[in-house]
């Protein structure tokens, strides 16, 4: 009896050793697939790490060296200059009449005419375009009022532009704009690239946290970078936008237009015991930085989670379309943002780069030329030109962004197949 209860005993805990058993193994099981998918929204999170590290490779180039980056960003660059110079024409016309400077008939004071023509000077035609008929002549000469000269908007300035300068005046700058911009873009993207994916790999080990902020850093450094090396194209890119010249003269390039620089600079008694005149090449640097650097911590880091969204969004984000779509679209946005928030930095950056007195321009400091703007145009001063700032910044960066991507993405793939 006492045996057969034992035997009862062991049996009714074989079922539990058995059911404990099952347990631990379903246990482990879900242990595995808990490491290996759980679900977010619907949506495996192993589906998304996944698709973020394809999107990482795919954006970082891969196996693609520091030249097969400069290329696809000079290419970028260059697509970008001819396309919007027009406008960057226009935003540099408006701040520099803002910051004082007189637009006229080159010729129309008699000290002009008197070198031009000569002392027997006969009638001379300084209409604003032959066409213009609100011209009144004043002695010998024809010559149209001041409200002829006067820019009073974005599209104002374009038909003025055409029909006083001709229409290729628009591109004034361009081959500044050029050898500014293909150099910059150049350093900017790949070094952008190089270091946004060294300070993600840091920040995913060490901070997690900061993890999002690395596009950020890396824009600005990147940019910091590429602005000092490049600068003083810029100051000449500027300059030639900013002057007008009559109609058919032979307008200054990049070279003579820094020469005349360093020229004001030694003519300029008061700097005979000053730093070497080179030094007035990067005048306006820290206003140039003091934008740019604030511009791409804006830009990119709006652009990064724009772009990333926009390809989680498309059905195939391998194909040339859906990078090229997604990246014009995060640039449009993104420098359209950085651009209206950045302009009186701008604004600050033209004046000290117009300046012609090379003494009072290397004393200007960034805070107290926006002052100065403050107290001759209050906050419609410090916006001048915001209209054509926003509507060139947008489509570049956009034309930028995804042409760099593109090229990218074409040669990450020849690499794979080879």
Same mark, same amino acid.
């Given at each position: ?8 005993s062991a049996n009714s805990w074989m079922p539990t050793a058995e059911q404990s058993s099952r347990m631990a193994e379903f246990d482990k099981n879900v242990s595995l697939m808990s490491e290996s998918m759980v679900i977010v929204d619907g949506i495996e999170s192993s ?82 375009s032959p066409s213009c008929t609100r011209a009144g002549v004043h002695g010998t000469v024809a010559i149209c009022p001041p409200d002829c000269f006067h820019y009073k908007g974005t599209l104002d300035v374009f038909y003025k532009i055409i029909r006083q300068e001709g ?71 500027? /300059? ?10 032979? /307008? ?55 772009? /990333? ?89 956009g034309i930028v962004i995804s042409f760099y991507e593109v090229v990218k993405h074409v040669l990450h793939h020849q690499y794979a197949i080879s």
């Amino acid at each position: 009896m006492a045996e057969a209860l034992k035997q009862q005993s062991a049996n009714s805990w074989m079922p539990t050793a058995e059911q404990s058993s099952r347990m631990a193994e379903f246990d482990k099981n879900v242990s595995l697939m808990s490491e290996s998918m759980v679900i977010v929204d619907g949506i495996e999170s192993s589906q998304i790490s996944q698709t973020r590290g394809n999107h990482l490779d795919v954006s970082s180039g891969g196996k693609l060296g520091l030249p097969e980056r400069a290329f696809s960003a000079a290419g970028a660059a260059f697509l970008s200059a001819i396309l919007v110079n027009p406008l960057d024409v226009v935003k540099t016309r408006l701040q520099a009449q803002a910051a004082g400077v007189a637009y006229s008939h080159p010729l129309s004071n008699l000290t002009s005419r008197m070198a031009f023509f000569g002392p027997h000077m006969m009638f001379a035609d300084l209409r604003c375009s032959p066409s213009c008929t609100r011209a009144g002549v004043h002695g010998t000469v024809a010559i149209c009022p001041p409200d002829c000269f006067h820019y009073k908007g974005t599209l104002d300035v374009f038909y003025k532009i055409i029909r006083q300068e001709g229409f290729t005046a628009l591109w004034r700058g361009t081959n500044a704009g050029l050898a500014l911009a293909m150099p910059t873009v150049g350093i900017y993207l790949p070094c952008y690239d190089i270091f946004c994916h060294r300070l993600e790999e840091f920040t995913t080990k060490n901070a997690p946290g900061l993890t999002p902020y690395a596009p950020l850093v890396a824009g600005s450094l990147a940019r910091s970078l590429a602005c000092t090396s490049c600068y003083p194209i810029e100051l000449a890119r500027t /300059r030639m936008q900013a002057f007008k010249h009559a109609h058919g003269d032979r /307008r200054p390039g990049v070279l003579k237009t820094l020469i005349d620089v360093i020229s004001q600079v030694k003519s300029t008694s008061s700097f005979s015991n000053s730093p070497p005149s080179y030094r007035a090449l990067w005048t306006g640097l820290g206003s140039q930085l003091a934008r740019d650097v604030p511009f791409s911590a804006i830009c990119w880091s709006t652009l990064e989670p724009v772009r /990333r969204r926009l390809l989680g969004l498309a059905v195939d984000e391998t194909n040339a379309l859906s990078v090229l779509g997604a990246n014009f679209s995060a640039g449009f946005i993104a420098g359209s943002l950085a651009a209206a928030a950045t302009c009186p930095l701008d604004v600050a950056k033209t004046r000290k780069q117009i300046e012609k007195d090379p003494a009072r321009a290397l004393k200007m400091t960034t805070r107290h030329t926006l002052l100065e703007v403050w107290r001759d145009g209050g906050m419609k001063g410090l916006f001048t030109g915001v209209g054509p700032r926003v509507g060139r910044a947008g489509p570049s960066v956009g034309i930028v962004i995804s042409f760099y991507e593109v090229v990218k993405h074409v040669l990450h793939h020849q690499y794979a197949i080879s």
